[in-house]
């Protein structure tokens, strides 16, 4: 009887380069890209962060966080606060300014509320997957 063998699979870790570049990915839209001179990338995809985001705004949407009162649990908060949060630097802004949070029953009366909820949804999300391209492009993984 012979012993089969396991393919020991070896992984090398990701340089702190590609961990910088996903952190600056998240931060700025198109930044992470940008550093890896992949301007093309940079263009469309950080472009699409910030047009839906700016769109979800003008829309009237409604950015998520803890401390949002909208009639349901904190914990019904959580994972579109994280999606909102996906959009770095153009969440942070917002939070400090405190734009786009505030309760407003005018604002969700508009026919587009719904609409900018879900641009601005997507932003965030777009985002993380723009920051997992940029960090698999620095760390030698894809092309």
């Not at 093309?40 to 047009?51: D, H, I, P, Q, S």
């Not at 904190?74 to 999606?83: D, E, G, K, S």
């Not at 949060?85 to 587009?112: E, H, K, N, P």
Request: charged share 15%; hydrophobic share 55%.
């Amino acid at each position: 009887m012979v012993k089969s063998e396991k393919a020991i699979e070896r992984v090398e870790p990701a340089p702190p380069m590609a961990w910088a570049t996903a952190a600056a990915a998240w931060l700025v839209p198109g930044l992470g890209h940008l550093m890896l001179r992949r301007w093309g990338r940079a263009a469309l995809m950080g472009g699409a962060v910030w047009v839906c985001f700016f769109l979800g705004m003008l829309m009237g949407g409604h950015m998520f966080s803890l401390s949002t009162g909208q009639g349901s649990s904190t914990l019904l908060q959580v994972p579109p606060m994280i999606a909102n949060l996906g959009s770095g630097l153009l969440y942070l802004v917002c939070w400090v300014l405190d734009i786009g949070f505030a309760d407003d029953l005018v604002q969700a009366a508009r026919a587009t509320y719904e609409y900018g909820n879900t641009f601005l949804l997507i932003a965030g999300l777009l985002n993380y997957l723009n920051m997992l391209d940029a960090f698999d492009i620095a760390a030698g993984r894809k092309p």
